[in-house]
């Protein structure tokens, strides 16, 4: 699956994390992957329409 998703070479974007973007990026990742559902999904709502024209669906 992930060769069809995330490690598609012709869709996959690389970001560079930066020393100074580490207390932002980790709180990201704990918000996107962490066990807070709640804030996931408040983030998901505030933001996920800035994202739809990327959604394969």
């Known amino acids: ?3 069809l998703t995330t490690m598609k070479p012709a869709t996959r974007k690389l970001v560079r994390i ?4 580490e207390e932002r990026t980790y709180a990201m ?7 807070n559902i709640d804030g996931r999904k408040e983030f998901i709502a505030n933001n996920g329409a800035k994202y739809l ?4 669906i």
């Open 1 to 3: 699956m992930m060769s």
């Open 18 to 21: 930066l020393p100074e973007d």
């Open 29 to 35: 990742f704990d918000v996107l992957l962490g066990d």
């Open 53 to 56: 024209n990327l959604a394969d």
